[in-house]
């Protein structure tokens, strides 16, 4: 019969409706991949804050664990070559940016890493009304 263009009958519809369309499992991987060290390393800088705060308390003045410290105890040689690297690549950054990133809270750096992972990671948002390929 006379058919506008790309108009399926009522059958094809129903079956593109009921079968999503096939996604590539690589990038699902991925994702759930970034997802999960972002929502450990959210869980982990939670802890970081807990620590904190429980020593702050105990010693009636604000104290926190800086980045340096942490990375210093998980591997200090990794860190003495990130900062001389830094020094020698971005010596106009190091002193007045660089240095003090490395003095920050652990649990506000590590908290910044885990949200951004975790954007990166998260699924879209299913459109209502609409096919998606």
Known sequence: MNKPAG??????RALTIIRPPQRQHGSVM??????????????TGFVFLVYDGTKSIANHDVIYTKVVD???????????????????KAAWAWDPYLQ???????????GIVAIILTLLGRKKKPLIGYARD
Do not use: H, T
């Open 7 to 12: 108009k399926g009958n009522a059958c094809e």
């Open 30 to 43: 991925i994702k759930f991949l970034l997802r999960f060290i972002g929502l450990c390393l959210l869980a």
């Open 70 to 88: 942490v990375w210093a105890i998980i591997d200090q040689n990794s860190l003495n070559l990130v900062q001389s690297w830094l020094k020698q």
């Open 100 to 110: 003090r990133a490395f003095d920050l809270p652990a649990w506000v750096v590590i």
